[in-house]
């Protein structure tokens, strides 16, 4: 398989300062050296980014919708070839990944159709004296940075509505998983973005070069997807020049089961909610909460399914559980659960890290007390810890007793109790008998500690424009 491993700056692939290699978490085997950037080549980023800007804002709104259209195509047309790389680099099977594949050229679809569709308004004012013009311009130069987990999706999740609003960018990928987004670069090439639009670095020193680009006052944005801790940290950074930050950071999901749900259809819901990703999404469900009557058929059903996924490399055949993205990730995930087995949870299924090579957990059922520990920590893998509750409003509280507030399922077959019940929810999205809801035409984003601004959706644009009223006298 053809691989990028250059960095990609002013339309050109360069070295950079060192190279770092990529790990199949299957194997253990190195797949690639990719190159890193050290200051030079982050500061020629800017410059490409900043020199592109004036003639790409400027590009009509039509000729940058066929550019992306060109880039879904593109992408739709490489899908096995995108959707293997993906499984190489991250872990994650390949039915996954071809589902992730389709999933982020949907935003270049999407966002091809939105960068036509900038609203304005042009209005008489209350007192009459002048006229309100409302129109939109882009932010500018874009700093994107991406997490493993969806390699292709978050990048293409900021790259389309950067692109549709007339940004220019540097897109940073997570150092597990950059040959994806190398890969999305030379897609973008060959859908005629031009030189310096979109630019890709991999510093060698994240966090010093990042703060560097953060710091420089060409950059106005800031667009980040990764976990609420290094969110923090960057929100702290953008203060000091003041700039524009999105942030699509960590969740911590509550899947609640209601005593009138349709108990299949929750299981079928949990196993997507749970599994997709091998657990490693944002979205994950992390705390099952479940009503005490239908408690037991719950539980014997889910682990049953849990029990039956077939864990392997990615791209074997028949895979349904693969790898987490390193072996430090999965000792993470195996930390938590030993603690939360240590603190009382009961067993149901799993929670043994197996030998050799290949940083796999197994798919881990338990049930747990409402105050495990478990249940305040983002669980990235294959580990559902059950709560048993008696009440609606002890679901409530329950689901609520997060910092976060990404997204939220709830199964009931009554839809105004659903709905009631969504609306105490304190997320940013909901799932009402449904185990995925992520869609590129709805608004993504969480409330509380899982971040800032929206994705996709009539809003995900908004995140890269900004608003200029012009009063007129007339
Ligand atoms: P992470 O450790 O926060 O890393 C995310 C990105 O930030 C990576 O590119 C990483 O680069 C970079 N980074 C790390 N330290 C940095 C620093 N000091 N300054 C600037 N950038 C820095 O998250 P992850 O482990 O890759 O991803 C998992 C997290 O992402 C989970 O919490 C998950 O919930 C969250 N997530 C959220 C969403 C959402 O839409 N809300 C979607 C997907 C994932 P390096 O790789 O070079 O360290």
Known sequence: ???????????????????????????????????????????????????????????????????????????????????????????????????????????????????????????????GDKRILVTHQPIGVSLLITPWNFPAAMATRKIGPALAAGCTMILKPAGETPLTALWIMDIMERAGVPKGVINLVLPSQTGPMISKMLHDPRVRNLSFTGSTQVGQLLIRESADLVLRTSMELGGNAPFVVLDDANIDEAVKGAMLAKMRNGGAACTAANRFFVARTVADEFITKFAAAMGALKVAPGLADGAQLGASVSIKERNKIAELVDASVAAGAEVKLGATTPEGPGAFYPATVLVVEKNNPILSQEVFGPVAPIVIFDTDEEAIELANATEYGLISYVYSEDLARGIRTAEAIESGMVAINRGVISDPAAPFGGYKQSGLGREGGFDGIHEFLEIKYIGVEI
Not at 20 to 45: H, K, N, W, Y
Not at 67 to 78: P, T
Not at 82 to 94: C, D, H
Request: aromatic letters at 8%; charged letters at 25%.
């Open 1 to 127: 398989m053809q691989l990028k491993t250059e960095l990609y700056i002013d339309g050109q692939w360069v070295q950079g300062d060192g190279t770092l290699p990529v790990v199949d978490p299957s194997t253990g085997a190195v797949i690639a050296e990719v190159a890193t950037a050290g200051a030079a080549e982050c500061m020629a980023a800017v410059d490409a980014a900043h020199k592109a800007l004036p003639a790409w804002s400027k590009t009509a709104p039509r000729v940058r919708a066929e550019i992306l259209r060109k880039a879904f195509e593109i992408m739709v047309a490489e899908s096995d070839h995108l959707a293997t790389l993906i499984s190489m680099e991250n872990g994650k099977v390949f039915s996954d990944a071809k589902g992730e594949v389709a999933y982020a050229a949907e935003f270049f679809r999407w966002f091809s159709e939105e960068a036509v569709r900038t609203p304005g308004d042009f209005r008489l004012s209350p007192s």
